[in-house]
């Protein structure tokens, strides 16, 4: 079993919809989620952290954590062509003193048609 | 502030040459890692330093690969002798004591 899931799409969505990512994680252990956007040819770009249960909310975007359902969700409203790339779930869970080691998924695939 | 610098950004190279990659930190970030991102195993952490001192290196492949941290402005990750199937973006990423990483633009490495 892969410790942090995603589906890789693609997610094909018309502009203005809600795009919605989903990503479970293995390890109970886990503290600390983050999502990342990486538009084709460049680096991953850091867009929304989450530590605790709930909804956090910026701009656009919302991310959702379910740590009883090892579950953690982006909402992405009012999508725009721009926002077409591939978005990475990421996961930290500590080992002894890694305490700074992320685990990535393999990202999903966001497509916003015009 | 100037973000995560790498170089060089492409590098072309033939089977058993030495390659070797350069990171330059965000100012005041105390973690750095080293990445390597292909279609087929996604984004893979190869190694990654606090303070300077490799904490984890058991992403690293094999003993062909190396990486040094000598100050905290500077990293290097080398590949000696480099296959073809080193061939991936490398991508260098810092953080300061939280867990949120700050990418640099990558290396695109190519090994024929």
């Known amino acids: 079993q892969k410790e942090v899931e995603q589906n890789s799409g693609p997610l094909s969505v018309p502009e203005g919809a809600i795009a919605s990512l989903n990503c479970t994680y293995s390890?109970?252990?886990?503290?600390?989620f983050f999502w990342y956007r990486q538009y084709s040819g460049k680096s991953p770009e850091l867009i929304m952290s989450?530590?605790?249960?709930g909804d956090k909310e910026d701009g656009r975007f919302t991310a959702q954590l379910n740590k009883a359902s090892q579950y953690v969700s982006l909402l992405i409203r009012d999508s725009q062509p721009s926002d077409s790339a591939t978005y990475l779930c990421?996961?930290?869970?500590?080992?002894?003193?890694?305490?700074?080691?992320?685990?990535f998924g393999t990202g999903t695939l966001l497509a916003v048609q015009p | 502030d100037a973000g995560v610098i790498q170089s060089p950004r492409h590098e072309v190279t033939e089977m058993g040459q030495e390659v070797t990659l350069r990171c330059k930190p965000i100012?005041?970030?105390?973690?750095l890692f080293w990445y390597r991102q292909t279609m087929m195993r996604g984004l893979e952490l190869l190694i990654y330093?606090?303070?300077?001192?490799?904490?984890?290196d058991s992403g690293m492949p094999e003993d062909r690969f190396s990486a040094k941290m000598p100050n905290a402005s500077f990293s290097t990750l080398k590949i000696q002798p480099s296959e073809p199937r080193d061939s991936a973006v490398y991508f260098c990423?810092?953080?300061?004591?939280?867990?949120?990483?700050?990418f640099g633009p990558g290396t695109r490495l190519t090994v024929t």
């Open positions: 990423a810092s953080s300061f004591t939280t867990y949120e990483q700050y």
């Open positions: 390890d109970r252990g886990s503290q600390s």
């Open positions: 989450i530590y605790s249960n």
């Open positions: 990421a996961v930290n869970t500590p080992y002894g003193g890694a305490t700074n080691k992320l685990i």
């Open positions: 100012s005041g970030h105390d973690y």
């Open positions: 330093f606090n303070n300077n001192v490799p904490i984890d």
